[in-house]
């Protein structure tokens, strides 16, 4: 298996919702890279921030990319976020969800990454599982077990994330995953995950059969309960080239992870990878 047999469909959906007048969201589709960037700071920052992480990352399309590679373009975009929230008094961040083709021991593997509260799902069969891990205040309470997982979605302050890019804590978690074939992977923005319950998400990825229908779904979803925030979503579905769907190698799709400070990375180290037992 090499990284030129791995066949995709794919469809990007950014929408600016029901309630805002500025959509802050970016989107990046173009292989290797596919990312969600959802913008903060308000008209003529928050949009602004999130093109900037959009166009650190697309001169990486069309090119076999490293862990280092992604971590530099990370440290791209923090810089510019940086310079973008120097100038407006509220300031400016983003956050980040992608994921990011590569070959590590000769194999497809995704590299998943986030900072922030967007997110990366993973589809296959009619199971989902969210692979990245928010950095926002509610998840913090729960690591804790002063919140419960269910009281996420009624929390007042789930929206208040511990992590940006722009922000001084800027770090991206980072886990390599196997390609396989028959998978969907959804990378959103807080304007879906935020309406929509995972267990709808899950039925809408489950019930559509191109990734154009469940992209629209997922955003038509998110606007009936309420659309009160932009929305974007990325479906990517493997066709071929990746492990067989029924693989025991594939059955626990996050085999390693490590967290990444994009100042490491960006001199030139890859990714310590860190294997599950």
């Given at each position: 298996m090499t990284l030129s047999s791995v066949v995709l469909n794919v469809a990007a959906l950014s929408d600016l919702g029901l309630k805002r007048a500025v959509n802050e969201d970016s989107v990046l589709a173009a292989s290797p890279v596919f990312l969600v960037a959802d913008g903060m700071g308000g008209h003529e920052a928050g949009d602004k921030a999130s093109q900037a992480v959009v166009s650190a990352f697309a001169p990486l399309s069309g090119t076999r990319v490293s862990t280092a590679e992604i971590g530099a373009a990370l440290a791209r975009a923090n810089e510019a976020v940086s310079a973008i929230s120097a100038q407006h008094a509220r300031g400016a961040g983003s956050t980040v969800a992608a994921v990011a083709l590569v070959e590590y021991e000769d194999v497809p593997q995704?590299?998943?990454?986030?900072?922030?509260?967007?997110?990366?799902?993973?589809?296959?069969?009619?199971?989902?599982?969210?692979?990245?891990?928010?950095?926002?205040?509610?998840?913090?309470?729960?690591?804790?077990?002063?919140?419960?997982?269910?009281?996420?979605?009624?929390?007042?302050?789930?929206?208040?994330?511990?992590?940006?890019?722009?922000?001084?804590?800027?770090?991206?978690?980072?886990?390599?995953?196997?390609?396989?074939?028959?998978?969907?992977?959804?990378?959103?923005?807080?304007?879906?995950?935020?309406?929509?319950?995972?267990?709808?998400?899950?039925?809408?990825?489950?019930?559509?059969?191109?990734?154009?229908?469940?992209?629209?779904?997922?955003?038509?979803?998110?606007?009936?309960?309420?659309?009160?925030?932009?929305?974007?979503?990325?479906?990517?579905?493997?066709?071929?080239?990746?492990?067989?769907?029924?693989?025991?190698?594939?059955?626990?799709?996050?085999?390693?992870?490590?967290?990444?400070?994009?100042?490491t990375m960006l001199e030139g180290t890859t990714v310590p990878v860190r294997r599950r037992g």
């Amino acid at each position: 298996m090499t990284l030129s047999s791995v066949v995709l469909n794919v469809a990007a959906l950014s929408d600016l919702g029901l309630k805002r007048a500025v959509n802050e969201d970016s989107v990046l589709a173009a292989s290797p890279v596919f990312l969600v960037a959802d913008g903060m700071g308000g008209h003529e920052a928050g949009d602004k921030a999130s093109q900037a992480v959009v166009s650190a990352f697309a001169p990486l399309s069309g090119t076999r990319v490293s862990t280092a590679e992604i971590g530099a373009a990370l440290a791209r975009a923090n810089e510019a976020v940086s310079a973008i929230s120097a100038q407006h008094a509220r300031g400016a961040g983003s956050t980040v969800a992608a994921v990011a083709l590569v070959e590590y021991e000769d194999v497809p593997q995704w590299l998943v990454f986030n900072v922030g509260d967007s997110r990366v799902y993973r589809h296959h069969g009619n199971e989902l599982e969210q692979l990245t891990v928010d950095h926002s205040l509610g998840q913090e309470l729960v690591d804790a077990g002063e919140l419960r997982a269910e009281d996420l979605a009624t929390f007042p302050q789930r929206n208040v994330i511990t992590r940006a890019i722009g922000a001084e804590d800027n770090m991206a978690d980072s886990w390599l995953v196997p390609v396989v074939n028959g998978e969907r992977l959804l990378i959103c923005s807080d304007g879906l995950s935020g309406e929509v319950s995972d267990e709808s998400i899950r039925a809408t990825l489950t019930m559509c059969g191109l990734p154009e229908t469940a992209a629209a779904a997922l955003v038509r979803r998110a606007k009936q309960a309420g659309g009160r925030d932009n929305i974007s979503v990325v479906v990517i579905d493997v066709v071929s080239g990746g492990l067989p769907g029924g693989s025991q190698d594939s059955t626990d799709s996050r085999q390693s992870s490590s967290s990444v400070h994009t100042s490491t990375m960006l001199e030139g180290t890859t990714v310590p990878v860190r294997r599950r037992g």
